[in-house]
């Protein structure tokens, strides 16, 4: 049988506004089922993908009966899911838990702990030839080891051999500097992860390669610019620090008003506050992380000094500019924010088709 005959297949967790799963279908994968327990991310990812495809509830909900009930007839008989894929809700690696010691990290916390064995469940359930984990890089520091363990170990008894790696979207040709986790478990092998296809403007050559440099924030949103809007109240940044705002060079934040920077009397003290405070954006640089919450006072900030649009933070993402959002704009950026950058998804997604194709046929 041709490894092409069939037309791969995956199913999502923690789908959200589709990010993941957009990337996924551009690689060539028919994401057949999508699970999310957010009701706007539910409504985006059905004006976006079509309705039905994805399950609103708790990964929690899904069971044998959930997958036969929802997948049977979507595929071919004796065939299962080429790959299952995910990144379940990032706070209980997040650097934040860093600062905010009164909460708990990893598996810990209780949504940590439910959702990853979530996902591992799934995985258990749908055996597919390939999964694909993703979270913040936190995920990979020490202290939070038992999550990571878990994950390896319970897939690697299901007889996957993994892969993981904390990658870079902006090595990958998204607009941002971005530093992902992913881990990549393959049936038979072991993955290998895509070499960047951007570097680095720093760097003049990468393994001896040269590459393109980093897509800046200015090629990818600059001629948004253009299109100032005569009221953009909504758009108001910096609260009560506005008119100092306007004096941060871009690319740089409030470090700029501290003693150690040379400012003559400062108005902060060093790393008192969070990086991303008065944080204001280069265009001749990848956009810093887009965070899942908006702030007027947190970057990353437009260089304009005022909070970015949600078209601006669709681009940084590398989401098309007609892809839709259900709620709020503080809902729509909360979508934005949390999801995997599609191109980065694209650039993994076909290299685990193409090395689950150069195995032979699909199951």
């Not at 994950?151 to 008894?157: F, I, K, R, Y």
């Not at 720093?202 to 924030?217: R, Y």
Request: charge should be positive.
């Amino acid at each position: 049988m041709s490894p092409r005959k069939h037309k791969l297949t995956s199913m999502s967790l923690f789908s959200g506004c589709g990010g993941l799963d957009l990337g996924l279908t551009q690689a060539g994968f028919d994401v057949l089922l999508a699970n999310d327990n957010d009701a706007h991310c539910v409504a985006s990812y059905d004006l976006n993908f079509g309705a039905g495809r994805i399950l609103h509830g708790s990964v929690t909900q899904i069971d044998e009966s959930v997958i036969n009930d929802r997948l049977g007839s979507k595929l071919a008989k004796g065939r299962h899911i080429d790959l299952l894929a995910g990144g379940p809700p990032c706070p209980p690696y997040s650097k934040s838990r860093f600062y905010r010691k009164n909460k708990p990290r990893a598996l810990a916390d209780p949504i940590g702990e439910e959702t990853l064995r979530g996902y591992l469940h799934t995985l258990d359930i749908l055996r597919p030839r390939a999964f694909l984990f993703e979270n913040v890089f936190g995920f990979a520091y020490r202290v939070h080891k038992d999550a990571f363990n878990c994950l390896l170990s319970t897939a690697e008894s299901l007889g996957y051999q993994c892969s993981s790696a904390v990658l870079n979207a902006a090595d990958y040709g998204v607009p941002q500097i971005r530093q992902r986790f992913f881990m990549v478990g393959m049936l038979g092998h072991k993955f290998k992860f895509p070499p960047p296809t951007h570097r680095d403007p720093g760097k003049a050559e990468l393994n001896g390669v040269s590459l393109p440099s980093w897509t800046t924030a200015g090629e990818a949103i600059g001629d948004l610019d253009t299109l100032e809007k005569a009221d953009d109240k909504g758009h108001f940044a910096g609260g009560k620090h506005n008119d100092i705002l306007k004096l941060i060079p871009p690319g740089d934040n409030y470090l700029f008003f501290t003693k150690e920077r040379g400012y003559a009397k400062p108005l902060f003290k060093w790393r008192s506050r969070y990086w991303s405070f008065l944080l204001k954006l280069s265009p001749t640089m990848p956009s810093w992380t887009i965070q899942a919450r908006r702030s007027n006072n947190m970057g990353p900030l437009h260089w304009r000094n005022r909070m970015l649009r949600i078209e601006e933070v669709k681009r940084l993402q590398g989401f098309p500019d007609d892809w839709k959002l259900t709620g709020t704009i503080e809902k729509q950026w909360r979508q934005i924010g949390n999801a995997v950058p599609p191109p980065l998804a694209k650039v993994i997604g076909t290299a685990i088709r193409a090395q689950l194709e150069s195995c032979g046929a699909t199951s």
